[in-house]
């Protein structure tokens, strides 16, 4: 769309604003404003492609103000202003003049805000303490990640230099405890690599919120700033670093910045390097000496991770056993992972085969390796706080059952999951037990998940559901029984149920749900989960499908699985199992 700059400030200046064109800037508007006794200009840059995404506000002459919460600063006249995502606005493309009117009704709106209310401005910056550090962050300047949760505590860390001329993870400065040692996911492997340099030293630093400072203005250095910060130490951390400082000398120090406020915690760094081995920055008197620089710093932690991924850091205390690593029950392994489930199990004796592999989460690298033992290490590596672990044994072997905090069952195999509710019942294994299946063509798939001594239990979904006497079909199938649905590919070595990954993963999704649903005791008597789709390929093999699938319009729905008449929930009605 062709930018008719004239007719938008005609627009803007008709309805209260003061706007011209800005001649020493092609497709950019200025506006004059003021704010408790400040005279200030907002620059309004106009991208090529306006309207489809917002043009950006800017603070001119930036540099003339102290802090100012969410306006940023720059090089090349960069101070942008934030108005919020783009995600959040809902525009009208065909008036591009009204986008500007409103989006710069943002922008003025928190510039005003952070000079009319000092105690607003100073609690913003606090708050947004990582992002304003990063605009005093050099181009070029390393970015460094650090492995772990936070410490309280004042520590030493380990500090290993990023490989050269390399990408990604191993670009990076990498930190993290001593104490941290076996672990295999990507990330630590990484950050172990014997070809990383430990060069220098490294102290992780806690700054309560009583004890932190404002970031760094726009004209102040990083180590005045440090100055500044380390003394509003209190007294004893302030001994504390200054011991470490007198036993201490080096060329290259860094210190990581744990920052704490409003019951959240970041972390920003200092790289400090000296031309010769001086007693380490951690003392005012040493401080002078060292040249500092400003570093971000991401963190790997599961408290800081998992709740921006839509995960629960409650899950991190719970251990899950999956029994079968099929296609189902890979795909299961991976999304309760990551919801930030912290201890896995996996219980499978079978390989991982050619045949397997367009339906199955695991990679081809993993061919004919143990299922289990395949998905433990991939999980392993994927997730950094997960410990998954494997074992070969068969279903009512397990032992120590209730050292689990719930089972999922994704075998295929109804006989051997039947028999292990009733080895759990007579054993009274009181967890939740999360059994879960496919249906053939794509039709559907389901999730029940019972608990003994509540109420509903996997036999009631094999009452009949107007007899209500035990069936060998399970009622909520969608496929009617007595049905032969097994597909061969040359002869009954290579017999299998036809359905795709995608089908795998819906149903993964329905036993997980569940599963987190349990663990999170939001459901406690038993229920159901199933998705349902239209199905060419079960038409085209003349598969006669359920009423329950003709009717079924609860996808995502939990549905209660008691049954009065079942002989496991109510022991009294013990008559019914003799009734098949």
Not at 9 to 27: C, F, I, R
Not at 469 to 476: G, T
Request: proline fraction near 4%; charge should be neutral.
């Amino acid at each position: 769309m062709e930018h008719n700059l004239a007719k938008w400030v005609d627009y803007l200046n008709e309805n209260g604003l003061s706007a011209q064109v800005n001649s020493s800037k092609p497709s950019s508007l200025l506006f004059n404003c003021n704010a408790s006794g400040n005279s200030f200009v907002i620059r309004c840059d106009i991208g090529k492609n306006f309207p489809w995404e917002l043009p950006s506000y800017h603070l001119e002459e930036r540099k003339k103000y102290d802090h100012l919460a969410h306006v940023a600063w720059g090089e090349d006249g960069y101070a942008s202003i934030c108005i919020g995502s783009e995600e959040r606005f809902a525009v009208n493309f065909d008036f591009p003049e009204k986008i500007i009117f409103e989006s710069f009704k943002k922008a003025l709106k928190a510039v005003d805000k952070a000079f009319t209310n000092p105690e607003y401005n100073y609690s913003e910056l606090k708050r947004e303490f990582r992002e304003v550090w990063r605009f005093h962050i050099r181009a070029g300047n390393r970015c460094g990640l650090y492995y772990g949760e936070l410490p309280s505590i004042f520590t030493e860390i380990e500090a290993r230099e990023p490989l050269k001329d390399s990408r990604g993870l191993e670009a990076k400065l990498a930190f993290k405890p001593f104490s941290i040692k076996g672990r295999q996911d990507a990330v630590i492997s990484s950050m172990s690599n014997n070809r990383r340099l430990a060069k220098g030293k490294a102290v992780f630093v806690p700054i309560d919120c009583e004890e932190l400072v404002i970031p760094p203005h726009p004209n102040e250095s990083i180590k005045d700033w440090w100055k500044r910060q380390y003394s509003n130490l209190n007294i004893g951390k302030k001994l504390e670093l200054a011991r470490y400082s007198r036993r201490n000398k080096a060329r290259t120090f860094y210190a990581v910045l744990g920052v704490q406020y409003n019951d959240q915690a970041t972390a920003v760094g200092i790289s400090f390097s000296s031309p010769t081995k001086e007693k380490v920055p951690l003392d005012y008197a040493n401080i002078a000496s060292w040249d500092a620089q400003a570093i971000s710093i991401d963190i790997i932690s599961a408290s800081n991770m998992l709740p921006r991924s839509g995960s629960d850091t409650s899950l991190n205390e719970k251990h899950v056993c999956i029994v079968g690593c099929g296609s189902v029950g890979g795909f299961a392994a991976d999304i309760i992972s990551s919801l930030g489930i912290g201890r896995l199990t996996l219980v499978d004796y079978d390989m991982f085969k050619p045949e397997n592999l367009h339906r199955h989460f695991l990679d081809a690298c993993y061919l004919y390796e143990l299922k289990s033992l395949a998905l433990s290490n991939q999980l392993n590596y994927k997730y950094p706080f997960l410990n998954a672990q494997y074992k070969v044994e068969r279903l009512c072997n397990i032992e120590k059952l209730e050292k689990y905090d719930a089972i999922i069952l994704a075998t295929g195999n109804v006989n051997a999951e039947r028999k292990f509710h009733r080895f759990a019942r007579e054993n009274n294994v009181r967890i939740p037990i999360i059994t879960t299946w496919l249906e053939a063509y794509g039709v559907g798939g389901h999730a029940v998940v019972s608990t003994i001594g509540k109420k509903g239990c996997l036999e009631c979904t094999y009452l009949g559901l107007s007899s209500g006497l035990p069936e060998l079909s399970n009622s909520l199938n969608f496929i009617e029984p007595g049905q032969y649905i097994i597909e061969s590919h040359f002869g009954c070595g290579g017999e299998f149920l036809p359905y795709s990954a995608i089908d795998a993963r819906l149903t993964a999704i329905c036993a997980v749900k569940l599963a987190s649903s349990a663990l999170n005791n939001l459901i406690v008597d038993g229920k159901s989960l199933s998705w349902k789709e239209e199905s060419s390929s079960a038409i085209l093999n003349n598969i006669e499908l359920t009423h329950r699938y003709h009717y079924f319009d609860m996808d995502n729905k939990m549905n209660d699985i008691y049954r009065e008449e079942c002989c496991e929930c109510n022991p009294k009605k013990n008559g019914n199992r003799n009734s098949l």
